[in-house]
């Protein structure tokens, strides 16, 4: 059991009952999205009195139970830091009687959402991304903002790069903002690159933002995907 803090219910983050917390910690306030693979909602952490970003899997009915997809963006994540890159805060949690585990990560037995099994991941919560950004204030998309906002991303896409990691879903609604800071987000279609390159899925990266080679069908590309994706 955790413990409580006096401050936490003058500073109004105490919710009413242990049902309304996950993992006796994360307090959920709002739904921010959905991801790859996940419903997304701000949440409070009652331990630090901070916002979290909390994405909720619902784990698949195979003997592995959770999505491959969701493993890939925790191995991915677990390996990277970059100032503009989404921070992956904490672990994950999952019901589940037979025993699971994961390099450098902590699992606990959790009941929630009735008897359903779910895998939440916690990142550090940020405003706003791009795509409402750009809706909400179009008069502010001025060259400096551009250029500061394209310099972060390429910024950010290089470092991957260099670690032979594709994104694969480069779009608005994936670059997110936390003041003047901007950072890449979901990881959920992202993939290691092999040397030599294999041949890996088309069915990546939303339409609107996807390469000619990918809309051709050709399945052996690079990170110019990326790239091209940052341009649209």
Same mark, same amino acid.
């Given at each position: 059991?955790?413990? +409580?803090?006096?401050?936490?219910? *003058?500073?109004?983050?105490?919710?009413?009952?242990?049902? #309304? !917390?996950? &993992?006796?910690?994360? /307090?959920?306030?709002?739904?921010?999205?959905?991801?790859?693979?996940?419903?997304?909602?701000?949440?409070?952490?009652?331990?630090?009195?901070?916002?979290?970003?909390?994405?909720?899997?619902?784990?698949?009915?195979?003997?592995?139970?959770?999505?491959?997809?969701?493993?890939?963006?925790?191995?991915?994540?677990?390996?990277?830091?970059?100032?503009? +890159?989404?921070?992956?805060?904490? *672990?994950?949690?999952?019901?589940?009687?037979?025993?699971? #585990? !994961?390099? &450098?990560?902590?699992? /606990?037995?959790?009941?929630?959402?009735?008897?359903?099994?779910?895998?939440?991941?916690?990142?550090?919560?940020?405003?706003?991304?791009?795509?409402?950004?750009?809706?909400?204030?179009?008069?502010?998309?001025?060259?400096?903002?551009?250029?500061?906002?394209?310099?972060?991303?390429?910024?950010?896409?290089?470092?991957?790069?260099?670690?032979?990691?594709?994104?694969?879903?480069?779009?608005?609604?994936?670059?997110?903002?936390?003041?003047?800071?901007?950072?890449?987000?979901?990881?959920?279609?992202?993939?290691?690159?092999?040397?030599?390159?294999?041949?890996?899925?088309?069915?990546?990266?939303?339409?609107?933002?996807?390469?000619?080679?990918?809309?051709?069908?050709?399945?052996?590309?690079?990170?110019?995907?990326?790239?091209?994706?940052?341009?649209?």
């Amino acid at each position: 059991m955790i413990e +409580i803090h006096r401050n936490d219910r *003058k500073n109004g983050f105490l919710p009413h009952s242990n049902e #309304s !917390l996950v &993992n006796n910690r994360y /307090r959920k306030d709002t739904k921010l999205g959905e991801g790859t693979y996940g419903e997304v909602c701000k949440a409070v952490d009652i331990l630090s009195n901070t916002f979290v970003a909390l994405k909720k899997v619902k784990a698949d009915q195979e003997e592995e139970g959770i999505p491959s997809t969701a493993l890939r963006e925790i191995a991915i994540l677990r390996d990277i830091s970059h100032p503009n +890159i989404v921070k992956f805060v904490i *672990k994950f949690i999952y019901k589940k009687k037979r025993k699971m #585990s !994961l390099a &450098n990560y902590c699992c /606990r037995l959790l009941d929630v959402y009735n008897s359903e099994k779910h895998l939440y991941l916690i990142f550090e919560y940020c405003n706003t991304d791009l795509h409402k950004f750009l809706k909400n204030n179009p008069q502010d998309l001025s060259i400096d903002f551009i250029r500061h906002a394209s310099y972060q991303m390429l910024d950010a896409l290089a470092f991957m790069h260099s670690h032979r990691i594709l994104h694969r879903d480069i779009k608005p609604s994936n670059v997110l903002l936390s003041g003047d800071v901007v950072k890449l987000a979901d990881f959920g279609l992202a993939r290691s690159i092999s040397i030599p390159i294999k041949r890996y899925t088309v069915e990546v990266v939303t339409m609107w933002y996807r390469p000619p080679e990918l809309i051709q069908k050709y399945n052996v590309y690079g990170s110019g995907i990326d790239i091209w994706g940052m341009g649209a």
